[in-house]
């Protein structure tokens, strides 16, 4: 199947360069390309193209976009990795990205049955089974409850799921960019129930989504009344339609898939409901042929996102080194770079905020003169646990089990300043 | 005849007062109480101890009909997936190998799972619009035909919650992590042995998608 792919792939090239010698295809690529060159009639001592004309005025934009020179900041999908698009996913630029706010737009996607787009009016959250009463709120109704804002990183279990084996993607965008972090506003689900009440034998929660793969997962009531919300707006806007517009859970810490947009029910039982996504998918398979299930927390990771395969370094002499580090079990408290591919260790600058079961970013400056390097990230979370190596990981869970490959990568930085993902052995 | 009235009356205003009095107990107000035909609509969810399962029934031979007719064009007639459509039955005895193959047959724990998930999820893009019966009938071929059940079995709400499946006690409870070594807070800072060879570049592999601008 991948090797259908790869060659279908490199017939993809082959049409692109056949089609790049078309006279019509050459402007349009040499247009891209010179948009993005200088012009040295912009530059000092001359008067900028821009200056000497008026802009446009208010409105042009009523919902304004990024400038016209970040078109390559976009989400992106491997399309060989699944059969549908409506049954698929797709990755954060992280690469592109600065301090620890996903831009709405950005954030990765991941559907099981498409996008659905629902009129906020028609919406009905519905509480069933172990509550004193069974109750349906609409949207108002939620967000007339005590309200609550925190920044929390999301990340699919899978993200990271190819490369057990071996570095197959050469990208950070591919290999890592099914994180996310927003701050939500919603409410909490301790005050919610409040209204429904709960019976002492409830134990479990089933969420059930209303999208066309009635997605469900279930969740044990201590984690449901500890920390989960209920969000109706990201980063200070409605949620976007692909992040469960208008209403999602929030599971902080714990895998991306628990996270049911377009929530529609939740159902109080006295044992987990045993959903496909927590049997078929989500558990992760062991060398012995079983599997561990319920594996919800996200471990301690931490991704380099420059320099990175698609960051190259360009210039010989100082660079920042830039990178991103979350865990499921709550503050990153310390992250360590190598430049050896993990023989010795600097630890990095953790800027401000540094936020529970949020990404944080840090920093480390370094001086290059063309030497190859291996770059590597290790995150520290305030339980101490440290981020392992691949092979660790591999000595007890083999490499079929798909999910939470939360290891260190290495990109190694070429003589000519090019990054690629590499595994060390 | 008046008195009637009158008791119904006061009778309705008890019930408004009881309900009155119910809402006192809840801290916000907000909300309303859910009637049993709401709940019954969407209530579709099915445990492994077949609570929720609906009343119906069907066996396998009926179900390679709906089966044909409405699954086979993606998951395949003998379930084995078509292109890249999920399979959906084989792959016993391969869980331990180079090539795990998970299908309702080899990796599914639960039937009652098989119940639920096509019903609320399938076909794809037409979801829940299978009627009961079809959907006994569906599970019960796919169960047929990994070899779980006999072609005349009728499965029902009544034993969809008994059926043994064959990887049943291949998941492991509690979450056993971290289960890493270091979870001390101090790894090793200087001349660490590690292995620093190149063994593999994803550039090599070439699977990653190109981009066209470039």
């Not at chain 1, 208008?246 to 377009?262: D, I, S, Y």
Request: aromatic share 10%.
């Amino acid at each position: 199947m991948k090797k259908d792919k790869k060659q279908s792939l490199k017939l993809n090239r082959r049409e692109l360069l056949v089609g790049s010698a078309s006279l019509g295809a050459m402007a349009a690529a040499s247009n891209s390309v010179f948009a993005k060159q200088v012009s040295s009639k912009n530059l000092p001592p001359n008067v900028p193209e821009w200056t000497g004309e008026l802009g446009d005025g208010v409105d042009v934009n009523p919902y304004g976009m990024p400038s016209q020179f970040e078109e390559n900041v976009i989400r992106r999908n491997v399309e060989w990795l699944t059969a549908s698009s409506q049954s698929s996913v797709n990755f954060t630029p992280i690469q592109d990205l600065e301090g620890i706010v996903t831009p709405n737009g950005l954030c990765f996607e991941r559907h099981h049955g498409g996008v659905s787009i629902i009129n906020p009016k028609d919406y009905r959250l519905m509480i069933n089974g172990l509550v004193d009463r069974e109750m349906i709120f609409t949207l108002e109704d939620l967000k007339r409850f005590p309200q609550t804002n925190k920044f929390y990183f999301l990340e699919c279990a899978a993200n990271g799921g190819m490369e057990w084996k071996g570095s197959q993607l050469n990208g950070c965008q591919y290999t890592f960019g099914m994180v996310h972090n927003v701050q939500y506003t919603g409410v909490k689900l301790s005050d919610l129930i409040q209204e429904t009440g709960l019976k002492p034998k409830a134990k479990w929660v089933l969420a059930e989504g209303s999208d066309s793969s009635g997605m469900t997962r279930s969740i044990p009531i201590e984690k449901l009344l500890d920390d989960c919300m209920i969000a109706w707006a990201m980063n200070g806007e409605a949620l976007r339609s692909e992040q469960g517009y208008p209403a999602r859970l929030v599971v902080p810490g714990w895998e991306g898939n628990m996270w049911v947009k377009w929530l529609r029910r939740l159902e109080f039982g006295d044992m987990p409901y045993m959903t496909r996504e927590e049997t078929s998918k989500y558990t992760d398979l062991l060398p012995e042929g079983n599997a561990r299930m319920f594996t919800w927390v996200m471990d301690a990771k931490s991704v380099v996102t420059s320099p990175s395969p698609e960051k190259p370094i360009l210039n010989k002499g100082v660079h920042q080194l830039r990178g991103l580090a979350w865990s499921g079990r709550g503050k990153i408290s310390r992250v360590d770079v190598s430049l050896d591919g993990g023989k010795n260790w600097k630890t990095a600058k953790l800027h401000d905020p540094v936020l529970s079961k949020s990404v944080a970013r840090f920093t480390f400056p370094f001086e290059w003169n063309g030497e190859e390097l291996l770059i590597q990230s290790r995150a520290i979370d305030e339980t101490n646990y440290v981020q392992p190596t691949i092979q660790e990981l591999q000595k007890i869970r083999g490499v079929n089990s798909i999910y939470h490959n939360n290891s260190i990568a290495t990109w190694l930085v070429n003589s000519d300043g090019k990054v690629d993902n590499v595994r060390l052995g | 005849m008046f008195d009637l009235v009158k008791h119904s009356i006061l009778f309705s205003f008890f019930i408004f007062l009881s309900s009155f009095v119910n809402a006192d107990d809840r801290k916000f107000n907000l909300g309303k109480i859910a009637t049993k035909t709401e709940i019954a609509g969407w209530n579709i969810d099915v445990r492994p101890d077949g609570m929720g399962a609906p009343k119906g029934s069907g066996d396998a031979i009926k179900g390679e009909e709906v089966y044909a007719e409405q699954c086979a064009a993606c998951h395949g007639d003998f379930g084995e997936g078509v292109d890249r459509w999920p399979e959906l039955v084989g792959g016993e005895g391969s869980l331990d190998t180079h090539d795990p193959v998970k299908t309702t047959g080899s990796y599914w724990p639960y039937a009652s799972t098989m119940y639920d998930y096509i019903y609320r999820a399938m076909p794809f893009g037409v979801a829940q619009s299978l009627t009961h019966d079809e959907t006994y009938q569906i599970v019960a071929y796919l169960l047929y035909m990994n070899e779980i059940i006999e072609e005349d079995f009728v499965l029902s709400e009544k034993n969809i919650g008994k059926i043994k499946m064959p990887n049943q006690k291949g998941f492991l409870l509690p979450d056993p992590r971290p289960d890493i070594a270091n979870t001390d807070g101090k790894p090793c800072m200087e001349n660490c042995k590690v292995p620093t060879k190149i063994i593999g570049k994803a550039r090599d592999i070439d699977v990653t998608p190109e981009e066209e601008k470039s």
